[in-house]
């Protein structure tokens, strides 16, 4: 019985022609995203900005513009209203009531109870209530989580392997998170601990790719002490493509769902993950391939003139003989 295969067995992509353009169009994406990090800017969730959140669901498609007076004349502030998923569920924002949680907690309970008496029947199946301090700490968290993957991931790589690929992974995935910040800046996803989430997943499943075609450039280092290293990265990456491809497909294939028909908060992550996957893919073969090879021409060929000067040293000696 054979085996699916998506990409033929002998595929030869000369990936490496088009490294300037991959990491001249990865440049422009990631400086176009810290434009846009500034502005229009990110639209920050309930745990970075505090306030609160209500997942409800009506027992018929909400009535919107009765719902926004309804909730106006409880004097709370701003409000916010969302629908997702079907016409019945909605997501309702309320703008942090102070410093003090008891603050938003009353806030929530009036809510709760204006919709039981205006809409009998009507489910609240989550309630989330973030402080003004507290959400502060959690972006702290957040950005301090993302740093320590990083930094965690630079080591590990730079044991494994060298310098070089460690440097090079550490700059794709820098890019990386630069487009998904941009991503989550132009979609005006709500940004939070689930984005962050999202993004720290994103960093695994790009690095884990990545050390896969590392390990197969280091093999074939060793088996062709003579092949060009441009040539070796291209073969390296046409021998992992065909698994690269099917492990992003069926991820990606695993997310839709929970991207369409989840809650708010899956539906971020989802959406997220989407986008992440197609990013972490592409960088592995056009941006961190590519800066192994700008980095490593000379330190990963330095077997490459130790055997040839072997290979000199020996025609010498069985002249001489």
């Known amino acids: 019985m054979r085996r699916l295969r998506l990409v033929p067995e002998k595929t030869n992509i000369k990936f490496m022609k088009g490294r300037f ?3 001249a169009t990865s440049a422009f994406l ?3 995203s810290i434009i846009m990090f500034f502005y229009p800017g990110l639209n920050y969730g309930i745990d970075f900005k505090g306030g609160i959140l209500m997942e409800v669901r009506f027992e018929k498609p909400a009535d919107f513009p009765g719902l926004r007076g309804k909730l106006g004349d409880l004097n709370l502030g701003e409000v916010a209203l969302q629908q997702f998923g079907s016409p019945n569920d909605v997501l309702i924002r309320l703008e942090s009531q102070g410093t003090a949680d008891e603050a938003n907690n009353n806030a929530a309970n009036l809510v709760r109870t204006e919709l039981a008496k205006s809409y009998p029947g009507t489910e609240v199946r989550r309630v989330d209530v973030v402080g003004g301090k507290i959400s502060a700490e959690l972006f702290e968290s957040g950005l301090l989580a993302v740093g320590l993957a990083l930094l965690a991931i630079a080591v590990y790589i730079w044991f494994r392997f060298e310098w070089m690929f460690a440097f090079a992974a550490l700059v794709t ?5 630069t487009k998904m ?4 800046a ?3 996803l709500p940004f939070g601990l689930t984005a962050v989430a999202a993004i720290l997943t994103i960093i695994g499943y790009s690095i884990n790719d990545k050390v896969v075609v590392y390990d197969r450039m280091r093999e074939n280092l060793r088996r062709y002490k003579q092949m060009p290293l441009r040539e070796l990265i291209d073969l390296s990456i046409n021998e992992t493509l065909s698994r690269t491809i099917f492990t992003s497909m069926t991820t990606f294939l695993a997310m839709i769902p929970l991207a369409f028909m989840g809650g708010e908060s899956v539906e971020v992550f989802a959406m997220g993950m989407l986008f992440g996957i197609i990013v972490g893919t592409s960088s592995s073969i056009f941006i961190a391939a590519p ?3 700008l980095t490593g021409e000379k330190w ?3 077997g490459k003139a130790a ?4 290979d000199k040293k020996a025609a010498a000696a069985a002249q001489q003989s």
């Open 30 to 32: 990631s400086i176009a």
């Open 300 to 302: 990963l060929r330095r």
């Open 173 to 177: 995935l820098l890019l990386d998170i």
């Open 181 to 184: 910040i941009g991503f989550f």
């Open 21 to 23: 353009a991959g990491l």
């Open 291 to 293: 800066l192994v090879l």
């Open 307 to 310: 055997a040839e000067a072997a």
């Open 186 to 188: 132009v979609m005006q």
